[in-house]
């Protein structure tokens, strides 16, 4: 059974927000991050880049070879919501860029005068734009219809989102003390009113 992804008149749709997510995204990451990495980075950058497209390629290899694992029971629905929390993401991930304006790196890089942003998302959320790319990711996994997909997309995202999120709060504790301290304890990581 062919994932949705390749099948007509599927392929057109998924292919299309694929690209129209994707490509833009790479290339707001690219502009801003021509600068060599921060000390304060600690690779989590090259962790986020290797990791997400790893991960990415590794779900797509197993939709077609991981045949047992394929979404048979309403796998069109499925396809769908995958869809949508592909598009959910990307509309968080591109709320979180124009919050954080200039302030935006896709590198760790804290500076001591730098400003704790408590707009918008970031009013509940430390990392609401990792919470985009994990509701973007795991579309991906729902809309390639495999729950071996959807697994590896999981650990990608625990390991690589994790650790960037240990680097990043680290850093900003390192560097701006108390205040981000209590912005911690004012907000959750990634899920709302949970963690």
Not at 84 to 97: D, E, M, P, S, Y
Not at 133 to 145: D, I, K, P, S, Y
Request: glycine share 8%; charged share 15%.
């Amino acid at each position: 059974m062919r994932p949705l992804p390749f099948v007509y008149p599927y392929v057109i749709v998924f292919w299309t927000l694929y690209v129209g997510v994707f490509v833009p995204e790479f290339l707001l990451i690219r502009k801003a991050g021509r600068r060599r990495p921060a000390r304060q980075d600690r690779g989590s950058v090259f962790v986020i880049m290797l990791g997400n497209g790893v991960g990415a390629t590794i779900a797509f290899v197993c939709a077609f070879e991981a045949r047992g694992a394929a979404i048979v029971t309403g796998r069109v629905v499925v396809f769908w919501i995958g869809l949508a929390l592909i598009a959910a993401g990307a509309l968080v991930r591109q709320h979180c860029f124009r919050v954080l304006g200039a302030s935006f790196k896709p590198v760790v890089d804290v500076e001591p005068s730098q400003a704790i942003v408590e707009r918008g998302a970031y009013r509940v959320l430390r990392h609401p734009s990792y919470a985009g790319a994990t509701l973007l990711f795991l579309g991906l996994g729902f809309a390639l219809t495999n729950w071996a997909s959807v697994l590896v997309i999981l650990v990608m995202l625990a390991v690589v989102y994790g650790y960037r999120m240990h680097v990043e709060e680290a850093a900003l504790v390192a560097t701006l003390g108390d205040p981000y301290r209590q912005y911690m304890a004012r907000t959750k990581r990634i899920v709302p009113f949970v963690w």
